[in-house]
């Protein structure tokens, strides 16, 4: 069995399904790293060791590491996540959590509108299913954990043992049981959020124009879920520019 990355995109019930793999592996092959930046001040002497590894870890930042590795990742509806995100990163600041980015102090002075448009967010806002998906990193340092440098361009699809949907999560779980032939049992719900409130038309438009790709994967793989006809998901699907 190769080292599994479940690459956890932030605001996708990451810690649930992360919560069932974990299940399946003992505790000291379970690599600690939550974030890419501690990933990758890791020698790889001691990531060989590991065997599963979750978080906020690209597929390029474990690549310089560890060579060969399947990888499992969740999607969710761009719109939620980015609505999810936003209240969840100004929780954190208000509680004044320890070792966050200071990004998240600057969102409690934002209006939702400014998170989507703002140059200081746009990194962790822009696109970021779908540029994860098409090999861009997290960033390298605890203060960028959440913020994404690449582009939209190819996903190879091949590269992935499975794309699953926050929607869908227990779809996820059969299928990554069935592949390692693990038992399976019902997600466990973690970190819920307050209900937030409804986006007004003006931030629906706005999330439409920072999200136009991430809704093309999402309907992607939603598609493929529910067996409807699409193009395969074998092989290399160009993005549009």
């Known amino acids: 069995m190769k080292p599994l990355l479940f690459m956890h995109i932030h605001k996708t019930a990451g810690q649930s399904f992360a919560d069932y793999l974990k299940e399946h592996f003992p505790p000291e092959e379970i690599c600690p790293c939550d974030f890419e930046w501690d ?6 002497d001691e990531l060989k060791r590991y065997r599963l590894f979750r978080g906020h870890i690209s597929m390029p930042g474990l690549a310089r590491k560890i060579p060969v590795f399947d990888t499992v990742t969740l999607l969710r509806h761009p719109h939620d996540r980015l609505v999810s995100a936003f209240h969840y990163w100004r929780s954190l600041a208000s509680r004044n959590e320890p070792n966050i980015p200071s990004v998240f102090y600057e969102m409690l002075g934002m209006t939702f509108a400014e998170f989507l448009t703002s140059p200081k967010t746009r990194p962790c806002v822009e696109n970021v299913q779908a540029r994860l998906l098409c090999g861009a990193n997290y960033g390298g340092t605890n203060e960028g954990r959440t913020m994404v440098s690449g582009d939209v361009g190819l996903v190879c699809w091949d590269r992935f043992l499975h794309v699953g949907l926050t ?54 793989v939603s598609r493929s879920l529910a067996g409807l006809p699409e193009t395969s998901r074998r092989g290399n699907s160009r993005l549009a520019q």
């Not at 990933?39 to 790889?44: T, V």
């Not at 779980?173 to 409804?198: C, D, E, F, L, M």
């Open 39 to 44: 990933l990758l001040s890791r020698e790889p």
């Open 167 to 220: 929607e869908s999560l227990e779809v996820s779980i059969q299928a990554v049981a069935a592949h390692y032939g693990w038992g399976v049992r019902p997600a466990r719900t973690i970190n819920v959020n307050p209900k937030a409130s409804t986006p007004t038309d003006e931030e629906r438009a706005l999330m439409e124009r920072v999200t136009e790709y991430d809704m093309q994967v999402y309907d992607h």
